[in-house]
């Protein structure tokens, strides 16, 4: 491989590892790419947005709200008998509420509530990407967060997105693969997400109960508001994704009975409701676990319990079907959609070593030479493109009404990956003709006010450094305005890749 000079490592030290540079950036890379990137790794975990702290629990308690609002309204609608019709010549009177009365109704009012949590939630987030010094740690934190997608496409999980990525990513980034699987499969927002707190153990005490005509009573009394009419049974969602998507791989040789196995011990995880001490957190449930020992991929689990599934997931961190495969997620994720073979076999060997130890394996990344080819092959996903826009300008989204509508518009509404593989991460997806033309209105748009009285050249040495064409160089110069040359900046194939 052809060596890289100091200038040209520092570029792709932050527009590959990175988010995209800002201004003054280029030059604190310069004087070590590496070591700048590896003084990003660090065992606390990831940086935190700003921002009121909201736990999982006060947003599922306000979501609970929300619905039991709903039904009290449903129920007093179906009761509400109509008044008898007015004598010839009465004056009718309408049924338009009083002022301020639409703005008074609790549905309303914390269905308001809730959007606004949400919006907030990412805001924050944007706003962390698009100011923070330690650019590699927050991609590495958003990897993190696709590869254990939950999405607000389910209302009850959206109300939590945000707090699951700051209760149970954020901190185990660079922790033990264990620890963040742990975190992320027993969260609310997983459960929910993936319908977990519907499963129940086929031979468990709840079922017996149900087969006896108590189930929906119980169900009431332990299930949160919103499931409380769902049919309860075992339920495969969780343990399938954990097994092809956040572990071992589609091709990593389980079957279907093993996730069948998995789903019955993982009975009885679920969340605190209306019964429970704390409403939304996660608990586990004796009554709803399928009794007895299970098999899955080969292994023999005699535990009960909560220690049954929590087995499970340790030996399935510590596959090296998972170790293979996350690996190879990690290196398509950084430097291309079909990665060098050797670069994954790289990160492979420092997981296998050092256990699943995630900041060993974030230094292999950066110290790999396959991961420094000057050659830019990744494709900004819209929120990357974003970012990286506001970065170069050196500038922050001031709130979610600014970056909801362009995202949305672009394929990546906030907060709703469509489905749990999360959002998809190569080229063909997201360089669709009338993509590029939303990305350039876009880029026009935000140029008309990000640039003022600055120089589009300078902008542009500062954003891409050597990774600057001379044409791209030519274009910025011979722009007519300076929001025109900062737009063709944005617009360029070097600015679009990294």
């Known amino acids: 491989m052809a060596l890289v000079d100091q200038d040209m490592k520092a570029a792709i030290a932050v527009t590959r590892f990175g988010l995209g540079a800002k201004p003054g950036e280029l030059d604190e890379a310069r004087r070590d790419p590496q070591g700048f990137l590896k003084s990003q790794i660090r065992r606390s975990g990831a940086d935190q947005p700003l921002g009121p702290t909201v736990s999982s629990a006060q947003r599922m308690a306000e979501f609970r709200d929300y619905q039991r609002e709903k039904r009290e309204v449903r129920l007093e609608k179906a009761a509400d008998v109509r008044p008898p019709a007015p004598a010839a010549g009465a004056a009718m009177e309408t049924a338009a509420p009083a002022k301020g009365q639409e703005a008074r109704d609790p549905v309303k009012v914390i269905g308001r509530m809730l959007r606004q949590d949400i919006g907030s939630d990412f805001a924050a987030r944007a706003q962390l990407a698009a100011t923070t010094d330690a650019a590699f740690r927050e991609r590495w934190t958003l990897f993190w967060a696709n590869h254990f997608t939950v999405s607000a496409t389910k209302a009850i999980t959206g109300t939590v997105v945000g707090p699951f990525e700051e209760e149970a990513i954020r901190p185990n980034v660079f922790g033990r693969f264990d620890d963040l699987l742990g975190a992320a499969e027993s969260h609310p927002?997983?459960?929910?997400?993936?319908?977990?707190?519907?499963?129940?153990g086929p031979d468990s005490q709840m079922a017996e109960f149900g087969r006896r005509g108590g189930a929906r009573g119980l169900g009431a009394r332990l299930q949160p508001a919103a499931l409380q009419q769902r049919t309860l049974g075992l339920n495969e969602n969780l343990a399938r994704e954990i097994l092809e998507l956040h572990t071992v791989g589609v091709s990593g040789g389980y079957t279907q009975a093993d996730v069948t196995e998995f789903?019955?011990?993982?009975?009885?995880?679920?969340?605190?409701?209306?019964?429970?001490?704390?409403?939304?957190?996660?608990?586990?449930?004796d009554a709803a676990h399928e009794p007895g020992e299970r098999q899955v991929m080969g292994v023999r689990y005699d535990q009960r319990g909560k220690q049954q599934a929590s087995a499970i997931l340790a030996d399935l961190a510590a596959k090296p079907q998972t170790a293979r495969f996350i690996c190879t997620k990690i290196a398509r994720h950084f430097?291309?959609?079909?990665?060098?073979?050797?670069?994954?076999?790289?990160?492979?060997?420092?997981?296998?070593?050092s256990r699943g130890d995630l900041s060993k394996v974030a230094e292999a990344l950066v110290s790999a030479p396959e991961a420094w080819s000057p050659r830019a092959e990744k494709f900004k996903m819209p929120y990357e493109f974003i970012v990286s826009s506001y970065r170069a300008a050196g500038a922050e989204p001031q709130g979610f009404q600014m970056l909801a509508p362009i995202l949305t518009s672009l394929g990546q509404k906030p907060f709703s990956a469509p489905s749990p593989k999360g959002w998809a991460e190569d080229a063909q997806s997201w360089a669709a003709p009338d993509a590029i033309v939303k990305r350039m209105q876009f880029a026009q748009n935000f140029s008309s006010t990000a640039v003022r009285d600055r120089d589009p050249k300078a902008l542009a040495a500062d954003a891409l450094g050597e990774r600057l064409s001379p044409d791209t160089a030519k274009a910025i110069a011979r722009a007519e305005s300076r929001p025109e040359g900062f737009a063709l900046l944005l617009m360029s194939p070097e600015f679009q890749r990294r």
């Open 189 to 200: 927002a997983m459960l929910t997400y993936l319908d977990q707190i519907q499963s129940i």
């Open 263 to 285: 789903a019955r011990a993982m009975t009885g995880l679920s969340i605190g409701g209306q019964r429970d001490a704390a409403y939304g957190v996660a608990v586990f449930r």
């Open 335 to 353: 430097v291309a959609d079909d990665p060098p073979p050797a670069l994954a076999t790289r990160l492979t060997t420092a997981w296998t070593a």
